[in-house]
């Protein structure tokens, strides 16, 4: 993945994780926080049946 497609991108004491969107396009994240840093990050993917 390069760094000008889409993604969310997280930096925590100066190492730096990509998240990528999710496969279906459809999804949510949820970023936890504590004591102002990044604790995890929740994923939610969405899958629309035709």
């Known amino acids: 993945m390069k760094e000008t ?8 004491d100066g190492q ?3 998240i990528e ?7 949510e994240f949820t970023t ?3 004591d102002g840093r990044v604790l ?3 994923k939610t993917e969405r899958l629309r049946i035709k």
């Open 21 to 27: 969107p999710p496969c279906s396009g459809f999804g």
């Open 40 to 42: 995890d990050v929740i």
């Open 16 to 18: 730096r994780s990509i």
């Open 5 to 12: 497609d889409n993604c969310i991108i997280i930096i925590k």
């Open 32 to 34: 936890i926080w504590k």
